[in-house]
């Protein structure tokens, strides 16, 4: 089949266009639709797709009149009948689904259709195309003068797909990150800072701690344009909307003050910070965060994207707390320890302020308990009296275990009087823990003494130890008296 060549310019044109061109004879495919609209078709594209057979029906009726050189390179053909002959190797796959586009532009009296669609080579190679169509002027009905024009797209394609891979690569490693992220727009900030700046502001922690709505205001101004999975888990959100809407909750308490930190940084050009924060999830418990704060680069000069990473240390931070409680606490009695007993004398030493009353305590019977009963019950005596001292005593004076069963009250400017009124409420409350521990007796020996103008801590509290070991012989004389009497035979 040898296509019939217009002579003069025109053709020239036609044949040394950089594009590949296609002159097509459409005229079969228009009485085809004739038949169709004859017998009642309104929804063309509907009509083809319910039987496939008919868009290859249209397409059978479409003669190719002449190809250009640049059609014959595109797809390896040596002349324009090998072409011809091969044109089911060229439009094959889904050409047919796309071919349904083009069918139904000219079915709807439009002379221009365009496309994405894929062809192949005479070798098999795929090529990415983009199409267009035009019914040539005079042929718009008869359609048998339609120009096509395929431009091979295939290296833009490969590029857009290796774009889109690598976008959705990123967005993968975003939205499954380990880490909470968020991106936010920081540019309204920056303007804030520029303004001031320009304003001839200088020292910006002065310029905050006179304008403390400043930093207020640039909070407000803080755009969030995304998070990942891991924020919505950390902060028990259901979804982004639900967080967005709740940001108050997150950020509150003191945040404006590590956010004043992180403006001051910003104010003298630190683009990447990190600190340690406390949020708060929205069922309301804290959530401690390690926050690495960074202007994402291209974007230092309007900070409009900025990435904050938060990483949870609640752990880590609950970990620190009980090992700083240990390290001061007896872990028995939940009071204080020798060790924080002897820095806080130290301390109280050092102060001006007087007087201090120092009330020593021994618990009574332990030895006892332990050696009758096991150290599990001596433990539980122990743990009383913990709970006793730990309601009683109220700061500033502090109470703690230094020995097995002896413990001290530090009550730095309270008096002797003050002194007898804290031991009256300890014999106090240790009647009434008795009442609901009626098993094993609870019983403690006290002895106070209050510092005198110029004494020592050290003779204070040896004083009060004085007193404690009178008051113990006192408990065991007065027990011993009991146990005597008990032990005679009542009268006749």
Request: aromatic share 8%; glycine share 6%.
């Amino acid at each position: 089949m040898s296509p019939a060549v217009p002579g003069g310019d025109d053709a020239e044109m036609f044949d040394l266009a950089p594009v590949s061109l296609w002159l097509e004879d459409f005229g079969g495919v228009a009485r085809l639709f004739e038949e169709w609209r004859a017998a009642g078709v309104t929804d063309l594209p509907g009509f083809l797709r319910a039987d496939p057979a008919r868009i290859k029906a249209c397409a059978g009726r479409i003669r190719v009149l002449k190809v250009n050189r640049r059609t014959l390179q595109l797809f390896g053909a040596t002349d324009f009948d090998e072409l011809v002959a091969n044109l089911g190797q060229v439009f094959r796959d889904d050409m047919l689904d796309r071919h349904v586009e083009e069918l139904t532009a000219l079915w709807s009296g439009r002379t221009e259709f365009f496309s994405h669609s894929v062809n192949y080579s005479l070798s098999g190679r795929r090529i990415d195309i983009q199409m267009t169509g035009r019914v040539l002027p005079g042929s718009e009905r008869s359609l048998d003068r339609v120009l096509i024009a395929i431009e091979d797209v295939t290296e833009r394609e490969v590029a857009r797909q290796e774009l889109a891979s690598s976008e959705n690569y990123a967005r993968g490693l975003f939205e499954h990150s380990p880490v909470s992220l968020w991106v936010e727009d920081f540019s309204s900030i920056k303007r804030l800072l520029d303004e001031i700046r320009e304003r001839g502001i200088e020292d910006f922690r002065v310029f905050t701690d006179v304008h403390p709505d400043f930093v207020q205001r640039c909070m407000s101004e803080i755009r969030v344009l995304d998070v990942n999975r891991q924020t919505l888990d950390m902060f028990l959100a259901p979804d982004r909307p639900t967080l967005m809407r709740r940001l108050g909750e997150v950020f509150r308490d003191d945040m404006e003050r590590s956010f004043r930190e992180q403006l001051i940084d910003l104010w003298h050009g630190k683009l990447f910070q990190q600190r340690e924060v406390v949020n708060y999830a929205l069922n309301g418990s804290a959530v401690h965060v390690l926050m690495q704060f960074s202007v994402l680069p291209g974007h230092e000069k309007d900070w409009s994207l900025v990435q904050v990473a938060l990483t949870d240390i609640t752990a880590r931070k609950k970990a620190e707390t009980y090992l700083e409680f240990l390290g001061t606490h007896d872990v028995l009695t939940k009071l204080h320890n020798r060790s924080f007993y002897v820095d806080e004398l130290n301390r109280i030493e050092r102060n001006t302020l007087r007087p201090i009353t120092i009330i020593v305590a021994d618990l009574n019977g332990l030895k006892a308990a332990n050696d009758q009963w096991g150290h599990a019950v001596g433990d539980a005596l122990l743990r009383r009296a913990g709970e006793i001292l730990g309601k009683a005593v109220e700061k500033p004076s502090c109470a703690a275990r230094i020995g097995g069963d002896e413990f001290v009250v530090l009550m730095p400017g309270v008096d002797g009087h003050g002194g007898d009124i804290l031991m009256e409420e300890i014999h106090r409350m240790t009647e009434l823990n008795n009442q609901f521990y009626p098993g094993l007796h609870l019983s403690l020996s006290l002895g106070a003494a209050t510092s005198a103008p110029g004494e020592r801590l050290e003779d204070v509290v040896r004083r009060a130890d004085f007193a404690m070991y009178a008051a113990k012989r006192d408990f065991y004389a007065a027990l011993s008296e009991t146990s005597a009497r008990d032990a005679v035979p009542p009268p006749r």
